[in-house]
């Protein structure tokens, strides 16, 4: 089969095309940020007129800077997602983000609860989903996401932890946590299966099973690490104000992936204790 990775310079991307060769794949266009900007629709339809599957994984990350740069964030991960959605239609997979929540559930979020969100990232987001699903192909929603490759919150506990004797987390706000190696092999599943008609379009969730805050993620980091735990304080949100409104729960339910031959991701934590090696770094 013919893949094409996009935002293949990423912490997602980057694992995208380690699992593709991980599985034996080897027509593979990965596409980073500088060979294809998907905000250019002629370039996209080019792209893709030869692929079989096309993970989208391109997108504007930055959830605080989209407060003050709302269209900017939309024309990445909302119209140029639209683009993708029609010149790939079913044989695009996008990742989107639980950011299209609002976060006020105590439950897993089933994946066609309408869409809530809170901030501009959220609502930017929920316009590439309606595009994707609208053209057939498929939205995998994922949530709190770390990796060998990039920023993100477990590297950055493991960092600060040779700088400073106590950290304040915030222990009021319940996700997932999910290594981007993990769902990077999930979203090859499920590519395989698009390509077979092994499993229909629609949305899905691409994230760890159970839960935990931020807290309990450092906490965790650290005894992986051989730190103390207890070197990491509760907190609340309101000491850390930010720009961009966060859902307080980000736990998502994954009961479409049943009957597909694609299985759900495990739990974070034993997720979490594959990762780490790659992290220390």
Same mark, same amino acid.
């Given at each position: 089969m013919r893949w094409l990775v996009t935002g293949a310079g990423g912490m997602l991307g980057r694992d995208l095309v380690v699992a593709l060769a991980e599985a034996g794949e080897t027509d593979v266009l990965a596409a980073t940020r500088a060979e294809l900007d998907i905000t250019d629709p002629s370039a996209v339809r080019d792209a893709v007129k030869n692929a079989d599957v096309v993970l989208n994984a391109a997108a504007w990350t930055d959830v605080d800077g989209a407060e003050s740069a709302e269209q900017a964030a939309t024309?990445?991960?909302?119209?140029?997602v639209r683009v993708l959605a029609?010149?790939?239609?079913?044989?695009?997979?996008?990742?989107?983000t639980d950011y299209v929540f609002d976060g006020t559930a105590t439950t897993p979020i089933p994946e066609g609860t309408p869409h809530a969100p809170l901030n501009a990232y959220g609502r930017g987001k929920a316009v590439g989903e309606k595009a994707v699903l609208a053209a057939g192909g498929?939205?995998?929603?994922?949530?709190?996401?770390?990796?060998e490759h990039g920023p993100n919150f477990v590297r950055t506990m493991l960092r600060l932890a040779a700088d400073r004797d106590t950290l304040d987390v915030v222990d009021d706000q319940r996700g997932s946590p999910t290594w981007s190696l993990a769902l990077a092999r999930q979203l090859v599943a499920l590519g395989r299966a698009q390509a077979a008609g092994r499993v229909a379009p629609g949305a899905y969730h691409g994230?760890?099973?159970?839960?935990?805050?931020?807290? &309990?993620? =450092? !906490?965790? /980091?650290?005894?992986?690490?051989?730190?103390?735990p207890a070197r990491i304080r509760p907190t609340t949100s309101d000491r850390f104000v930010r720009p961009a409104r966060r859902p307080?729960?980000?736990?998502? &339910?994954? =009961? !479409?992936? /049943?009957?597909?031959?694609v299985e759900p991701l495990s739990d974070w934590r034993p997720m979490l204790s594959a990762a780490m090696p790659s992290l220390r770094g």
């Open positions: 024309a990445v991960n909302g119209e140029a029609e010149a790939a239609g079913r044989r695009l997979i996008s990742v989107s498929y939205v995998v929603r994922t949530a709190w996401l770390y990796g994230t760890a099973a159970g839960s935990t805050t931020w807290c &309990g993620l =450092a !906490r965790a /980091a650290f005894e992986e690490a051989g730190l103390d307080a729960y980000s736990v998502l &339910g994954h =009961a !479409r992936w /049943a009957g597909t031959g």
